[in-house]
């Protein structure tokens, strides 16, 4: 089962309503947002927003991995670029 939610470019509503689905409707016990460099905040606002407004507290925060990854940038420079992933899962 695919609980992963990765955060890009689409409108932010689309993001918790992915997060909101998975615990709803597809019933999973936690959900991992993951985000790379200026998406970082973005998936913040997600977690946030999704366990708070949206799930009533009935989730929270379980655990947050930060990391970097180096890849090739257009130009052919070495870049390195922050990753978070935000575990939400269902209170106990």
Sequence with gaps: MDNNIFIGNKPFMNYVTGVVMQFTTKNSPEVVIKARGKFISRAVDVAEVSAKRFLDNTVSVK????????????????????IIEITLGKNQ
Excluded: A, T
Aim: hydrophobic share 25%; glycine share 10%.
């Design 63 to 82: 655990d947050i991995k930060i990391d970097s990854e180096g890849f090739q940038n257009k130009e052919g420079r070495d870049v390195r670029v922050s």
